[in-house]
């Protein structure tokens, strides 16, 4: 941020961690598009349902997320100020009062939450648990006691493929949107303890007990690398009982094995810049993964459709 104070609306767009919120979205939007492919075409919905479904699940997702991460850094505005990466932040930078930001948070929270509503009862209320689980239980409650705290509290971060399926079908009683919930929720701690490397002294330095403050960097690089692996039988298990197809496989498969193996370097060289890159590679990963499900959905209509 510049030292000019920025406009309100770029103030409120900062919040809302954009970045974050997005990657979680389209993630979200994969939901609705992999359901549509493989299910929702066949019980009469079609390409224009489609479009509505992830534009809606799109705003009102990242208004509910948004929310709940602007009352996240009303939350840690204490703490804020103490760390490198998060000092030029609206309230800790006088930008915003606490008391304002936290009452733009509840209510695009609220708004998000009623807007995915909209679409079923049951990504409502998923919506709803994500955003409280978020604020009450990682916020409040884990991040400043255990070091498990992103293994714990990236439930909250996991449910948007699930949202997405639910408000295109109205159900949520298949195994596949869950086994993409399981794929964030075991991706979650990799991609966070890497950033986390990388700004080791930032927690440090605010008393943030996360996993390399608490229990040190060579753990951290061993638990990173374990769960990588475990994100490889995610996806084996995708095509065993998911009935991900051939294009997941080999996709997914491989930008697995690659990811376990940047992680397994990670542990030789033990750097800061290794690991950032890590961390940047997470994000790749992700996106690209769902992508290539959506990709593998639209070829199993070609051959089962």
Not at 24 to 37: E, H, N, P, R, S
Request: proline fraction near 5%.
């Amino acid at each position: 941020m510049d030292n000019e104070k920025p406009s309100l609306a770029k103030i409120y767009w900062i919040l809302m961690k954009p970045r974050v919120v997005l990657l979680l979205q389209a993630t979200a939007i994969c939901g609705v598009l992999v359901y549509d492919l493989r299910e929702g075409y066949d019980s009469g919905r079609n390409f224009m349902d489609s479009i509505r479904t992830s534009l809606i699940v799109l705003i009102g997702g990242s208004l509910a997320s948004g929310g709940s991460m602007a009352i996240n850094m009303w939350y840690e505005r204490d703490i804020d100020p103490l760390m490198k990466r998060t000092e030029k932040r609206p309230i800790p930078s006088g930008y915003i009062s606490p008391n304002h930001a936290l009452a733009f948070g509840v209510i695009i929270c609220l708004t998000g939450i009623a807007t995915v509503s909209y679409l079923s009862n049951e990504a409502g209320m998923i919506t709803a648990f994500s955003a409280f689980f978020y604020v009450f239980v990682y916020t409040m409650f884990l991040k400043r006691r255990t070091p498990h705290n992103i293994v714990i509290g990236g439930l909250a971060g996991s449910t948007p493929p699930a949202i997405g399926w639910s408000a295109a079908s109205g159900q949520i009683d298949s195994i596949l949107p869950w086994l993409m919930v399981l794929i964030i929720f075991m991706w979650t701690p990799p991609h966070f303890w890497s950033l986390t490397l990388s700004k080791r002294r930032d927690y440090g330095e605010a008393g943030v007990p996360m996993l390399p403050v608490v229990r040190g960097e060579d753990v951290t690089r061993n638990h990173i690398a374990g769960y990588t692996v475990i994100l490889i039988l995610i996806n084996l298990t995708m095509c065993i009982v998911g009935n991900a197809g051939i294009v997941f496989l080999i996709t997914g498969s491989l930008l697995s094995v690659y990811f376990s193996y940047l992680s397994f370097s990670l542990r030789k060289s033990k750097s800061e810049e290794d690991a950032w890159n890590l961390f940047k590679f997470s994000n790749i990963y992700l996106y690209s993964l769902f992508i290539f499900l959506v990709i593998d959905s639209r070829c199993y209509i070609e051959i089962f459709g």
